[in-house]
C-alpha cells in the first residue's frame, strides 16, 4: 500500500520474485502505469477504502505517511486479522518523550504510536518496522537545509536507512514468523551538523548553520536486534549518495 519511493520499487522486486503483486495510488495516470507493469492497482485515498480483494492479500505491506485522521480511517478498513502486516512505522515514535523536538515531530508520533498499537492488538503475525530517515538516489534532507541559519540540534545523532536495505530488510520478513518491533537504522550516527555540512559541500550547495550554543544531545536509536537476521549493504556515512 503505497506506491511510492519505497513501494514502487519493492512491488517491483516482489514481481521479479513471482509473487502477485497488489498496490495503491491516488491518480487514474499512475494507475494505469503500474498496472501495465503488472502490478494490480487500485486508487486509495483518505476519502475511500481500500477493497476486500486488497485486503485479502497473504501479505499486507502498509506504507502510508501519517496524517491527523489516519488512525480512525485505519479502523474503518475491512480487515482480515489473519493475515501477516509489515507496518512501515518511524524513530519518531521515540521523540515525543524529548522534550526539544517541534510539535509536528510530536503530532507524527502520537499518529504512529496510536497506529502501532492497533496493528499489535489485532495482527497475530505483525511487523512493526521503526525506520530512520530513508535516504537513496534523489532523496537526500541535506537538499533541504541548504543555505539555512541558527539551525538547532547540530549535536543530535542523524537515524537514516538507505532504501535498498530497507527493501531487503522488508523482502526478508514476507515469509518469516517473526513478529514484534524492529528498529530499522544504519551504523553510521553522524552528528546532524557532520551530516548535513558534509553533503552540502560534496554538492557544492550552500552550507547549513547550527547555533553552536546549542548543547543539546539527541538519542541514537539501535539497531541491534535488526543485524541478528539482516546484513546491512548500504552505508549512510554522510550520505554518500547523489
Known amino acids: 500500500m503505497g506506491l511510492g519511493y519505497l513501494g514502487y520499487p519493492l512491488a517491483q522486486d516482489l514481481l521479479k520474485l513471482g509473487h502477485r503483486v497488489k498496490g495503491t495510488t491516488r491518480t487514474p495516470e499512475k494507475k494505469k502505469k503500474f498496472d501495465d507493469e503488472g502490478i494490480v492497482c487500485e486508487i486509495l485515498n483518505p476519502s475511500t477504502l481500500p477493497s476486500k480483494d486488497f485486503l485479502e492479500a497473504d501479505v499486507l505491506i502498509l506504507n502510508i505517511p ?39 515531530s510530536k503530532r507524527e508520533a502520537g499518529i504512529l504510536s496510536l497506529e502501532e498499537d492497533f496493528f499489535i492488538q489485532h495482527f497475530p503475525s505483525h511487523m512493526i518496522l521503526r525506520a530512520g530517515g530513508i535516504l537513496g538516489p534523489g532523496r537526500h534532507p541535506g537538499r533541504i537545509l541548504s543555505g539555512r541559519e541558527n ?92
Open 66 to 104: 501519517p496524517f491527523e485522521e489516519q488512525p480512525e480511517w485505519f479502523k474503518s478498513w475491512d480487515w482480515d486479522y489473519s493475515k501477516r502486516i509489515i507496518f512501515v512505522s518511524s524513530t519518531s515514535v521515540y521523540c515525543a518523550s524529548s522534550g526539544i523536538v517541534s510539535e509536528d
Open 151 to 242: 539551525l538547532s540540534k547540530g549535536n543530535h545523532p542523524v537515524n537514516l536507512i538507505h532504501v535498498d536495505d530497507l527493501r531487503g530488510i522488508i523482502l526478508s520478513l514476507i515469509d518469516s514468523e517473526n513478529s514484534g518491533v524492529l528498529n530499522v537504522v544504519s551504523d553510521e550516527h553522524h552528528s546532524r551538523k557532520e551530516f548535513y555540512q558534509d553533503f552540502c559541500k560534496r554538492h557544492g550547495l550552500p552550507l547549513p548553520l547550527f547555533d553552536e550554543r546549542d548543547k543539546s544531545e539527541g538519542k541514537t536509536v539501535s539497531n541491534t536486534r535488526l543485524k541478528k537476521s539482516y546484513q546491512l549493504k548500504w552505508p549512510t556515512i554522510f550520505g554518500k549518495d547523489p
